[in-house]
């Protein structure tokens, strides 16, 4: 539970700065709020905000969002135990990296399904609430880039995934695909070089 509140609160932190962010671009204080509540996935919310607020279309932007959000489908398959029975719906709403990983920690089936939830409904209420603060503070801050809140979602995301990183076969794939992303960012919208980044994990294949 401990370490389950820390990455609540982690991901609470993320939601101010992607509330700031939305509404500093222009966008209405409801729509980071909304889409929070119904979306519930900050990849694909910073995702649309972004190429939305660089010019791209509405359509494109959720394209992108759904193209960012298809990584969720084998994490579902992942913890199906979990979601079976009531609350599926739900639980599905609630699923995230974060809730997976708890998840997946875990060996007794009681245990697991008591970490998914546990995670899923803190991180749910304290990024809806960080977005909620973020969104009306950034009708008062004005440029949130002086403040760097961008660069609050990758910093979580790099510090969830630095324990994986100890594993040297997990490094080289992480590396290359960050190569890749790094190689192709000048050419591509934003959106596709984190999608193509997952080409490092030929590296895992090949090696076997």
Same mark, same amino acid.
């Given at each position: 539970?401990?370490?389950?509140?820390?990455?609540?609160?982690?991901?609470?932190?993320?939601?101010?700065?992607?509330?700031?962010?939305?509404?500093?671009?222009?966008?209405?204080?409801? #729509?980071?709020?909304?889409?929070?509540?119904?979306?519930?996935?900050?990849?694909?919310?910073?995702?649309?905000?972004?190429?939305?607020?660089?010019?791209?279309?509405?359509?494109?932007?959720?394209? @992108?969002?759904?193209?960012?959000?298809?990584?969720?489908?084998?994490?579902?398959? @992942?913890?199906s135990d979990v979601?079976?029975?009531?609350?599926?719906?739900?639980?599905?709403? &609630?699923?995230?990296?974060?809730?997976?990983?708890?998840?997946?920690?875990?060996e007794d089936p009681?245990?697991?399904?008591?970490?998914?939830?546990?995670?899923?409904? %803190?991180?749910?209420? %304290?990024?809806?609430?960080?977005?909620?603060?973020?969104?009306?503070?950034?009708?008062?801050?004005?440029?949130?880039?002086?403040?760097? #809140?961008? @660069?609050?979602?990758?910093?979580?995301?790099?510090?969830?995934? #630095?324990?994986?990183?100890?594993?040297?076969?997990?490094?080289?794939?992480?590396?290359?695909?960050?190569?890749? @992303? &790094?190689?192709?960012?000048?050419?591509?919208?934003a959106g596709l070089?984190? #999608?193509?980044?997952?080409?490092?994990?030929?590296? &895992?294949?090949?090696?076997?």
């Open positions: 539970m401990r370490d389950v509140a820390l990455v609540a609160l982690a991901d609470g932190v993320v939601g101010v700065s992607y509330g700031a962010i939305s509404t500093g671009s222009g966008f209405g204080w409801w #729509l980071p709020v909304v889409m929070s509540l119904l979306v519930f996935a900050g990849a694909a919310q910073f995702l649309f905000v972004g190429l939305v607020a660089a010019g791209g279309s509405p359509f494109a932007a959720a394209v @992108a969002g759904l193209l960012v959000n298809s990584r969720l489908l084998p994490f579902g398959m @992942a913890v979601l079976r029975g009531r609350g599926r719906v739900l639980g599905s709403h &609630l699923l995230t990296d974060e809730d997976v990983a708890f998840a997946l920690a875990q009681g245990r697991r399904r008591t970490a998914y939830w546990a995670c899923g409904i %803190c991180i749910f209420l %304290c990024w809806n609430l960080g977005v909620v603060v973020g969104a009306f503070a950034g009708t008062v801050i004005g440029d949130t880039d002086a403040f760097g #809140l961008d @660069a609050a979602f990758p910093a979580v995301l790099l510090a969830l995934v #630095l324990p994986s990183l100890r594993d040297s076969r997990t490094r080289r794939a992480a590396l290359a695909g960050a190569v890749v @992303a &790094l190689a192709v960012t000048p050419f591509l919208p070089p984190v #999608l193509l980044a997952l080409t490092g994990v030929l590296v &895992l294949v090949v090696r076997r």
